[in-house]
């Protein structure tokens, strides 16, 4: 049986693009070299538990491409918005909702901002039909603000995020915290990311936003089924519009017959044909392993070999004797001075002797169907390279460590934790295990990201390294890249 198009790989990016190709009656083939479908955005589910791998919040939600992705299957996935976030640099506590804002400080009282009152007072004043006004305007003007900003923002693609911390956020706690929540979202150390990408991201969400349909909290938020909720979904409508999704299939190679894209060869020896082959395999590791840089231009083969990966990542995953906080969304960043944390492991690869920066999240406390009755799942995602100086046991010693200085007693109640290392990400076959692929670095954003066209006719490359002008938080980012190639593939073969 012939097929319009071979996708190489079950992460975000390839089964987004199978999406785009099945939704349209294109027959799709995906192969998965793991025994699993979802990549680095996946859970696996054993005794009633459901533990994510990587991922672990999400953006854009069922208003962003994933929603986008599931209704041109006619399916829906549904999230979970906290409204709850808690934050710790070193000893201040900051605890925010949507309606106020708590600071604790030590050796100083408690400080209560209320800013739902604030704002409910403030539009108190304001006439409703100024109101209803303002909300016609802005509705059809919202999507449109991306293309009516983006001369200005291409020309900040070299401008770079430490620049404007440091310009802009001095007082150390909230310069640390930008320093962390930035290189949570691109996945980058400051001083190497794009300062566009948070215009152009914070412009994606803009345009997600539809004012008086929603909350602007509903733009972040965890699946309900937990992370592989979203893979299956996709996996769903992809079988059932007649495409196959086939794991355990490692592709050895990609054929190239004059110049084109012919079909796959995997690593059983089976070879199977088609003249569409998109690859979810990463893009360094498709020119050089899969094609061969032989078959490109040697410019182009050039080039994307010094393509620069993101930073990795570690993840604890904890299983609880009992629930023992009502958490949604952590930060904790415990070490003296951030940016010195993140250039002593991106320039020297050394974990230091430190309690390390965290994002903490109870997926159990979004979705109480992720763990039995009565216990609870705590995650924490810090960085990490590979290679580094470091050992499995410091890394897990230093990330409890961590979780309990937000979560006091944490240690105290774990029934079982594990580990995700870079060395266990690098399974997914990118080189340096990145987080987010090529990630969000000066030089490789906007009109300087690779497209997701490769110079060889029928040979596409989707995911975190793909899709020129793409951008994004992680999972949104790769889902984007694998719709917009599926669109693109559509309109043009
Ligand atoms: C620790 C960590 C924390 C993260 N936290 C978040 C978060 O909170 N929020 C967020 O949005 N994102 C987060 N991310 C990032 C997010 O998980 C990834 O950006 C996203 O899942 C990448 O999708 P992808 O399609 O590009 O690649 P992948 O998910 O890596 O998919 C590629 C797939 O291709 C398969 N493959 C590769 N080569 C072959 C081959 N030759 N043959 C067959 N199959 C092959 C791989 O096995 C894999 O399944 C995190 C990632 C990590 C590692």
Known sequence: MGYDAIIVGAGLGGLASGVALAAKGKKVLVLERMDFIGGRCSSKRVDGWTMDI???????????????????????????HPTDYRLKVRDSMLEFDWESIVVTRPGSDTVTINTGEAYHGMMDHVPRPLISLARLMMTPLLPRLGKIASPIINRMDNITMKEMLDRY???????????????????????????????????GFVGYYKPGKMKPAELMGYPIG????????????????????????????????????????????????????????????????????????????????????????????????????DLELGFNIPVPDCEEYFHELWDRRIIGDYAPPVMLSSPSNMDPGTCPPGKQIILAVGSSMLHTDDDHNKIEKYAIESVDGIIPGFKDHIERCDLMTPKTYAAFGEDDAPVIGIAQSIGQVGKNRPSSVSPLKGLFFVGGEAGRGISGVACDMATNSGLACGDYILKKL
């Open 54 to 80: 990587g991922c672990h919040f999400l953006f854009g939600c069922e208003h962003g491409s994933f929603g986008d992705a599931a209704r041109r299957i006619g399916r829906e996935i549904k999230f979970f």
């Open 169 to 203: 956020m001095t007082w150390p706690a909230v310069r640390d915290f930008g320093e962390f929540f930035q290189l949570a979202g691109f996945c980058t150390p400051s001083w190497l990311t794009a300062y566009s990408e948070l215009m152009r991201t914070g412009l």
């Open 226 to 325: 937990g992370l592989q909720a979203i893979p299956d979904t996709f996996a769903e409508g992809i079988l059932e519009r007649g495409g196959e999704i086939r794991t355990g299939s490692n592709v050895k190679k990609v054929i190239i017959e004059g110049g084109k894209a012919a079909g796959v060869e995997l690593e059983s020896g089976e070879v199977i044909k088609s003249n569409v082959v998109i690859s979810n395999g990463g893009i360094k590791e498709t020119v050089r392993d899969l094609v061969g840089e032989d078959q490109f231009d040697r410019n182009y083969a050039e080039k994307i070999e010094k393509l620069v990966p993101g930073i990795s990542g570690f993840t604890l995953r904890a299983q609880m004797d009992s629930k023992i906080s």
